[in-house]
């Protein structure tokens, strides 16, 4: 009786690992920094981070921020410095190993991409890392992946 259940434990715990591996949908809640959401009209980005610094193509510059709209709803957020962070708390400048504590497998082998839907439903809205000498150099928030 031991033995087999010794054997069940040993098969439980040696597959804890792979089944934490598998890439997780992101929820809606993921899809927004510093309180503006993917969606969200320009004028409550405006009200949450005031002026942007710049207007260029599409988007609104803040320190450490950017913004592109689409049809005036924000459409993608790119985090470039430490200053702000993911709803989970991931920074510019985190070791890459940060990423998966926080969010699990990436949705795609040999990239660092977290997707809203896991499976054959696509959906171009998740995140998507930009991974310099092993630590998050770029954080794309949204509209991420190209679907057409």
Same mark, same amino acid.
């Given at each position: 009786m =031991?033995?087999? *259940?010794a054997?069940?434990? *040993? +098969? ?6 792979? *089944?934490?591996?598998r890439? !997780?949908?992101l929820?809606?809640?993921? %899809?927004?920094?510093?309180a ?6 320009s004028?409550?980005?405006?009200l949450? %981070?005031?002026?942007? =610094? ?8 803040? $320190?450490?921020?950017?913004v592109?709209?689409?049809?005036g709803? !924000?459409?993608?957020?790119?985090l470039?410095? =430490? ?8 920074? !510019?400048? $985190?070791? +890459? ?8 497998a ?11 839907? !896991?499976?054959? /439903?696509? $959906?171009?809205?998740?995140? %998507? *890392?930009? +991974?310099?000498k092993?630590?998050?150099? /770029?954080? =794309?928030i949204?509209?991420?992946? $190209?679907?057409?």
């Open positions: =031991r033995t087999a *259940l054997s069940v434990v *040993l +098969v439980f715990v040696a597959s804890e690992p792979a *089944l934490s591996q890439p !997780v949908a929820a809606d809640s993921d %899809l927004s920094v510093a503006v959401a993917y969606g969200a009209d004028s409550a980005v405006r949450v %981070l005031g002026q942007p =610094r710049s207007r260029p193509m599409g988007s609104w510059r803040y $320190d450490g921020l950017r592109w709209f689409k049809a709803k !924000v459409h993608q957020i790119a470039t410095s =430490r200053r702000f962070h993911t709803k989970r708390g991931l920074h !510019v400048g $985190d070791p +890459v190993a940060r990423a998966t504590e926080l969010y699990g990436s949705c795609t082998d040999g990239a660092y991409e977290y997707c809203r839907t !896991v499976g054959s /439903d696509p $959906d171009e809205r998740g995140i %998507l *890392l930009t +991974v310099t092993g630590r998050v150099s /770029d954080i =794309r949204g509209a991420v992946f $190209d679907l057409d």
